[in-house]
Every structure is written in C-alpha cells, then in structure tokens.
C-alpha cells in the first residue's frame, strides 16, 4: 500500500511532538512524593517574618488563595489523600495514551480523520506544556508552601506556579477531544477527568486556586486556536 505525502506528514508531526512532550513532561508532571513535606530555607521563617509576610498580603485573590489551600489540608484524610494523588498522576498516561491509541486506531483501519485527531490532540497537549514551561519562567510565582508557612503540601513539586501545568495539560486535552468528538458522552468525562485534576493540584497543596484557574484558561485556549490549522 502506497502512503500518500499528507499521511506520511502526519505521522512525523505526531512522532515529533511525542518526543517534544517526553522531553518537557518531567517539569511539570513528574513529581515525586515524599513522605512528609521537607521545610526548605524559604520556609523557615520566624514568627515576626511571618507576621510581617502576613501584613503584606493586601492582595484579593492571594487572601483568597491562602484562606482555600489552608482549608483543604485542614480537611485532608490518607484515604482521600491517595485518590488525589491517583487524580494527579493520572495526566501522564491520559494525555500519552490518548493521542497515541488514536493514531494506531486511524493507522490500523486506514482512517485519516482519526489520525488527524491523534495529531490535534497531541499537538494540544504539547504546545500547551510548552507555553504552560514559557509562563512559569515569566511569573515566577513561588509555590503555595513556599510563599505561607501555614500550607504544608503532600509532597515536593519542582518549578515555578502559574499557571498548573497539570491542568493546563489535562484541560488542552480535554477540550481538544470534545472538539474532535462532539458527543455528550465524550465531552461530560473529559471536563469531569480535566476539572478533578486542577482540584487535585489544589488538594495535595501544590497549587492556588488561581494557578488552577489559569490552567485551566490556557489549555482550553490553545486548543480552541489549534483546532483550525490542524483541521
């Protein structure tokens, strides 16, 4: 069977962004839990620094933010601990698998429209990591349990924070599924999965609402920009 230049394109793009996101995956989803968060120099305050840190927060949306995280872990419990952190790790093998079971699909029943859907979303979840890396480097925003001494995390988590590369990612793939399959069926559990992930970034005590917010902008963003040129 001849394969025609457009195909062949396909799945060079497809490989090409496989690798690109392999390459960046472990700033942002590759997380290692500890068995109790560690206090870093910037965390170890006095209680006059912390006071004076307290007296600068005049800002909203990091009152906000603050008052939410502190809440949740005050709330926490190992059994729902351990279903967050199953939410949170689930983004690797989704936002891999995903792409990857479309384009053996389109390739073993010779169907190009599902290939083209292995390259939307791929492409969706990579460039979205790619700008989520490029804006972390910009806002430099310290990590909730970094910035306040009161918001003990689950475990570590590497880089900066906004916006949430987790959600970010798992909202880009989501909404680039409900555009490739506009079905209730798809598009109910791919925001239902992408929503329980931002919450979890929140839960685990790695990052604000607001980084969740963010995320969640961005991959939906990109991937409603990306829909036409891949179309």
């Known amino acids: 069977m001849k394969i025609n230049k457009c195909t062949r394109l396909t799945n060079a793009l497809f490989v090409l962004l496989l690798l690109l996101f392999v390459f960046f995956a472990e700033n942002v989803v590759g997380q290692v839990k500890t068995e109790e968060q560690p206090k870093t120099p910037e965390q170890t305050k006095t209680i006059t620094q912390v006071k004076v840190q307290a007296a600068q927060v005049n800002n909203f949306v990091q009152r906000f933010d603050?008052?939410?995280?502190?809440?949740?872990?005050?709330?926490?419990?190992?059994?729902?601990?351990?279903?967050?952190?199953?939410?949170?790790?689930?983004?690797?093998?989704?936002?891999?698998?995903?792409?990857?079971?479309?384009?053996?699909?389109?390739?073993?029943?010779?169907?190009?429209?599902?290939?083209?859907?292995?390259?939307?979303?791929?492409?969706?979840?990579?460039?979205?990591?790619?700008?989520?890396?490029?804006?972390?480097?910009?806002?430099?925003?310290r990590r909730p349990f970094v910035q306040n001494l009161k918001i003990v995390a689950v475990y570590n988590a590497g880089s900066t924070s906004f916006p949430s590369g987790h959600t970010s990612t798992s909202f880009a793939?989501?909404?680039?599924?409900?555009?490739?399959?506009?079905?209730?069926?798809?598009?109910?559990?791919?925001?239902?999965?992408?929503?329980?992930?931002?919450?979890?970034?929140?839960?685990?005590?790695?990052?604000?609402?607001?980084?969740?917010?963010?995320?969640?902008?961005?991959?939906?963003?990109?991937?409603?920009?990306?829909?036409?040129?891949?179309?």
């Open 66 to 141: 603050d008052k939410f995280l502190i809440n949740l872990a005050l709330a926490r419990d190992d059994s729902e601990t351990k279903k967050m952190l199953v939410l949170s790790n689930s983004l690797g093998y989704v936002a891999y698998g995903i792409p990857a079971a479309l384009m053996v699909g389109g390739v073993v029943r010779h169907d190009g429209q599902m290939r083209q859907n292995a390259l939307y979303v791929g492409s969706s979840a990579a460039i979205t990591l790619g700008a989520t890396l490029l804006m972390k480097t910009i806002f430099k925003r």
């Open 173 to 231: 793939v989501a909404t680039a599924l409900s555009r490739a399959y506009p079905k209730w069926y798809v598009i109910v559990p791919s925001y239902l999965w992408a929503g329980s992930v931002g919450y979890s970034r929140m839960y685990l005590g790695v990052h604000y609402p607001s980084d969740v917010v963010g995320g969640a902008l961005l991959g939906t963003t990109t991937s409603w920009l990306l829909r036409p040129a891949i179309k």
